[in-house]
C-alpha cells in the first residue's frame, strides 16, 4: 500500500459507529474523519473518543452535506438497519466509497439496487461484518490457508442472542421488534461462506415457538427463532441457527467447521479436533483435541491501531506490553482490522473482502430463508445479483 496517501473518510451515526471514529482517526492513511449523528448526545461521546486527534476531526450538519462534498472519500454508514440499503445508494451514487453495518438490506430488490450502485459507481462497498475478522476467524483462516482441514465436510453456525429488551429496546432501535431471524443471520453464516468459498445456491429453513402479536405486526414475523439448511455451489452444506426473541439465552456467536483431517470448534470451548488416518486401510488410528487460546493478530495491523484490538488500549500508556495478553476489545478485536480493510482496499484500488457480491450473497440467503419458513420449509433458490 501507498504509505504516503491518504483519505477523508465520514462516519454516519455515531452509537455503534462511534466506536470506529477513533480508530479512522488513528489510522495514517485517514487524514480527516467528519462525524455525524442527528443526536447531539452521540456527537459529544465520539468528539471526547477522538479527543487525541482533534486536528483530524470535523462535525457535519448532515448526511446531505457529507454527499454534497467532493473531498470526502469514503462513508461508513452505521445507523438503524432499515436505511441502510438507501444510504448505500446514495453514497455510491454520490461518487464516494461505502462501508456499512451489517445487513446490507432487509429485501432482495434493496439488495439488488446496492448492488447496482456499486457497479455504476465503480466504488468500493464493504459490508462491516464482525464475525470474520474476529480472533477466532483470523485463526480459522490460517487453518484454511494451511490446507489442515483436509476435506471441508460440513459447516454449523449459530447467533443467539434475545433482542426483545434492554439496549435493545429503545425508541431509535425500534426495528429489532418482531424482526425475521434469518434476516440478521450475517454473523453465524459469513464465516461459513468465507470458509466454503463457494456461492450459496439454496436453502431450506423452518421457523419455530411463537411470540407477543404486538410484534408479529411489524413484520408479519411469527417466528422468534429460525433454522436454516444452506447448499453452497460446491456441494457443501451448512445448518444455521439463530434465535431472536423471547428465547431465555445466552448470547452466543460461534461456528463449527468440520473436516477430514481437522475440525474448527469455536462451539467447543474453542478446540481443534484432528484425527489422524492410516490411509491405507483408511482407519482412524488417533485422535487428538487442542484447546485454543485464540491470538491476538495485531500484527496484521499499522502500529498506529493496534492498540484498539485490547480493551482499555485506547487510554492506556503501555498498551504495547499487553497485546498479547490483555483481553481482546469489544468483537474480540475485530474493529481495527475491518476499518484497515476498508481503508486499504480503496487506497490499494482493488475490491474489499466484504464486497457487494459477497455481502449480496450472505444477506440475501438469510433474506431466501425467512421467505422458506414461511412457505413450510419450502427450497428457496438465492438469486444472482
Ligand atoms: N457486530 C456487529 O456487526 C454489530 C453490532 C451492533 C450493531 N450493528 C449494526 O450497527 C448499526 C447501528 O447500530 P446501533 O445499535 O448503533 O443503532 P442505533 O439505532 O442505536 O443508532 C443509530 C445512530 O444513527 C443515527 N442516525 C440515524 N439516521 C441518521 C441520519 N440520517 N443522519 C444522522 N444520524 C443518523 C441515530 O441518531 C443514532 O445515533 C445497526 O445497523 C446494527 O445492525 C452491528
Redesign the pocket.
Known sequence: MNQSKQISVAM???????LFAPIYAAHPNVERVIL????PE?IETALYLTRNFRHKVEVYN??EDVLRDRSIDAVH?????P??WE?SVSVLDAGKHCA????MAISLEDIRRVVEAARRSGKNYMM????IYEAAFLYARGMLERGEFGRIQFMRGIHHQCMDFG??N?Q??H?WRGMPPMW?I??ALSPLRVAAGSRIREVVCFGSGTMDEEKVKNYGNPYPAEDMLVRFENGLAAEVSRMMHECSVKQTESYNIYGSKKSFMYEYRHEVWEQFYDETKYDRVGFHTDVIDYPNRYDLLPEEIQRFTIEGGADSENWKELLDTAPLSM?SG?HPHLVHEFVSSILENRKSAMDEDLSANITAAGICAHTSAMNGGRLETVPEF
Open positions: 454516519i451515526g455515531l452509537a455503534f459507529g462511534g455525524v449523528d442527528r443526536d452521540r448532515s448526511f454508514i452505521c445507523t438503524g438497519i436505511g441502510h444510504m456499512c453495518a451489517v445487513p462491516m461484518e464482525t464475525e439496549d435493545w429503545t431509535t432501535r426495528y440478521y450475517s454473523h468483537h475485530s
